[in-house]
């Protein structure tokens, strides 16, 4: 395994090159290991898969008790990012990257970065969290907030009713912006 990879836009945002080995039969490959993630306590750790059709963006979502990595199985997806931190070096910055089933990389999301994802075909998520689901630990910022300005691919996306009245960042009360 090739050591994750910073994604610069993004403090603490990072892409890993996963290795296939493959023959005649198929291939074999490790998605994650809790040691990838130095400092990050995976004892609450949860799995999920997400499966969307072409058109659908889930997100922006972010968290105070939770980091997020994500792995596609199968499709095409553009993620889009928001770096919401106020004590972060790149405090607002915003960046989308493309991934899909066939990339061979994980993405990690760190505490307090938004994230979301826009699926340009039929697609699978598979994403491991560090803390069991909590609603209470559950935000979100507007898909199409010009503040991040964020590309997502697709035009009059399939949203569910909780992002559509996701508020823009400008209106993220306080006691809801991550530190």
């Given at each position: ?5 910073p994604?610069?836009p993004?403090?603490?945002v ?9 023959d ?17 306590d995976?004892?609450?750790l949860?799995?999920n898969?997400s499966?969307s059709s ?7 979502h ?5 980091v997020?990595?994500?792995?596609p199985l199968?499709g095409?997806?553009r993620?889009g990012?928001v770096?919401l931190r106020?004590s972060?070096p790149?405090?607002?910055?915003a ?11 994980g ?5 307090g970065v ?8 039929d697609?699978?998520?598979m ?14 910022i507007a ?11 697709i035009?009059a996306?399939?949203?569910s009713r909780?992002?559509?009245?996701n ?5 993220i ?7």
């Amino acid at each position: 395994m090739t050591p994750a990879q910073p994604f610069p836009p993004i403090h603490g945002v990072m892409t890993l090159p996963l290795q296939p080995f493959g023959d005649e039969r198929g291939r074999f490959m490790e998605t994650f290991r809790a040691e990838w993630f130095p400092g990050v306590d995976w004892t609450r750790l949860q799995c999920n898969r997400s499966d969307s059709s072409a058109g659908v963006l889930r997100g922006l979502h972010y968290h105070f008790n939770q980091v997020d990595y994500w792995c596609p199985l199968r499709g095409a997806l553009r993620v889009g990012l928001v770096d919401l931190r106020r004590s972060s070096p790149t405090y607002l910055a915003a960046a989308s990257l493309d991934m899909g089933g066939d990339g061979l990389r994980g993405l990690f999301i760190p505490e307090g970065v938004a994230h979301g994802f826009a699926a340009l075909s039929d697609c699978t998520l598979m994403y491991i969290v560090n803390n069991y689901y909590d609603g209470a630990d559950e935000y979100g910022i507007a898909w199409d907030d010009p503040q991040a300005n964020i590309d997502w691919g697709i035009s009059a996306p399939a949203l569910s009713r909780r992002d559509q009245n996701n508020p823009r960042i400008a209106d993220i009360p306080p006691a809801a912006q991550p530190r």
